[in-house]
């Protein structure tokens, strides 16, 4: 694991860092806030999940969460988006290819061979950070914006009982059923519709997958609320299954990290207590 950069912030350090990873076959990059802390303890962390068009680097810089991970002590992570490199296939559009690797595991060419977000995320990246950082990997909580908070809650889903707590900004709740989600995993995966479904929060939910619990804020003047986020399925099938979720319409917002970086803190106090019982 490569340094990239460290810098001290609210009592704590803001790193990046790169290194080769097997499930990508590219360099990776990330970002990490440790709190400082007693010698030899271990935190929490918090997994952050960018959008489309987005690395490491946009909530690095603009979610504004170092002062509330150092009043809890939570380390958090900020993983890129998808893999980069010269050898890396990329489409034209902004919706699909590098910065938009959706969190899957794509199995169609050119894209099979580097698109392996979901691995990288559910288990290279972790088993790197658990082994290089003072992190409590029992006391795992996971985020995401846009298109990574489809990465937060579709990977939660996925995997009972590894993360306390989930949260998401302005998620896309239902790939299947959106141009955006339908575009990358027909892209990713192929037309066999049925390999989607595992990308799917709403899809997961509905075949019995559960939270403890839930927390969602969406912006209600968010341009792309009606047609790629449509958070009302997501309400839909939590009501359906009983399980409980706090899904906040925050009047006025957008899409935008101002939004992002208003309701942070109350997201990582909403982490913190359920990672610091």
């Known amino acids: 694991m490569e340094v990239v950069s460290t810098a001290r912030a609210f009592g704590g350090t803001q790193g990046v860092y790169r290194h080769a990873s097997s499930e990508t076959g590219t360099d990776m990059t990330f970002a990490v806030y440790v709190p400082d802390h007693a010698p030899g303890a271990k935190l929490p962390v918090l997994w952050y999940l960018s959008g489309l068009t987005c690395t490491h680097a946009n909530v690095m810089e603009k979610g504004e969460y170092r002062g509330a991970c150092a009043e809890h002590g939570i380390v958090f992570v900020a993983p890129d988006t ?3 490199g010269d050898d890396v296939p990329d489409d034209e559009a902004y919706d699909f290819g590098k910065g938009a690797g959706f969190y899957v595991d794509a199995t169609q060419e050119p894209w099979a061979k580097h698109f392996r977000m979901r691995s990288y995320i559910e288990k290279e990246l972790p088993a790197l950070i658990g082994a290089e950082f003072p992190v409590d990997m029992d006391r795992q909580g996971i ?3 846009s298109m990574g908070g489809h990465g937060a809650l579709t990977i939660s889903l996925r995997n009972p009982g590894r993360f306390r707590s989930t949260s ?6 239902s790939p299947m059923n959106c141009p955006w989600g339908e575009k ?6 192929g037309e066999d519709m049925s390999s989607w479904r595992q990308y799917d929060a709403c899809a997961l939910i509905k075949q019995g997958a559960r939270l403890p619990d839930l927390l969602v804020d969406q912006g209600t003047a968010d341009n792309f609320l009606d047609t790629q986020l449509k958070t009302q399925l997501l309400d839909e099938a939590c009501r359906k299954a009983d399980m409980p979720a706090k899904i906040r319409m925050q009047e006025g917002y957008d899409h935008s990290y101002f939004f992002i970086s208003t309701f942070m803190d109350e997201h990582i106090a909403w982490h913190a207590e359920r990672l610091n019982k």
């Open 168 to 173: 998401a900004f302005s998620p896309i709740v």
């Open 82 to 84: 998808s893999p980069r």
């Open 184 to 189: 990358a995993l027909g892209g990713y995966l």
């Open 143 to 145: 985020t995401g914006h």
